[in-house]
């Protein structure tokens, strides 16, 4: 687990852009599983990412087409959705099953936080790209999120998040300051 930190301004977002190939590289490379990121392997390495960004914008009315929606990219078509699966990893987040069945607008940030990081361990990629992971939850659920992070880890997943949170600084293997 590896948390970029620093200043607002200071890059770490366009960091994660720039790793996604959102953004084009001035200097440097970047290697993702030994493939040098290029136009030639964008989708091969894209295929290894899941990315949970800042701004969560899915153009869904209820949880239950937000959660189905990324198992629909091109990236993920390997993967399958499982309801059964997603109820337990919400059991680990301290999610409601019932949440699946509400409106987008009924639920907090912070359950939509984690529903989307449930939804991004199911996709089973060696790493998560999450950009403020931890902004609108409260302590308890911080922790939880880390202890889950934790075991993804320890299952093979390399964990890059940007954050400003202590807490989740603190429980991260290495810490970039930008």
Request: glycine share 6%.
């Amino acid at each position: 687990m590896v948390c970029i930190s620093g200043e607002s301004g200071s890059g770490k977002t366009s960091l994660l852009n720039a790793i996604l190939g959102f953004v084009p590289l001035t200097s440097g490379s970047i290697t993702i599983d030994d493939l040098l990121f290029c136009e030639e392997n964008i989708d091969q390495i894209r295929r290894k990412i899941a990315w949970i960004p800042q701004e969560l914008a899915l153009p869904c009315e209820w949880v239950s087409e937000m959660v189905k929606l990324p198992f629909e990219l091109k990236a993920n078509k390997g993967n399958h959705f499982s309801k059964k699966k997603l109820f337990e990893v919400f059991k680990e987040l301290n999610l409601e099953e019932e949440l699946f069945t509400k409106r987008v607008s009924e639920i907090s940030g912070g359950q939509r936080q984690r529903i989307m990081i449930a939804v991004a361990s199911l996709l089973e990629k060696p790493l998560l790209i999450i950009d403020e992971p931890t902004s609108a939850l409260d302590a308890g659920s911080v922790e939880r999120v880390l202890n889950f992070f934790n075991t993804l880890s320890q299952k093979g997943m390399t964990i890059l998040a940007v954050s400003h949170d202590r807490a989740f600084k603190l429980g991260c293997d290495n810490v970039i300051y930008l």
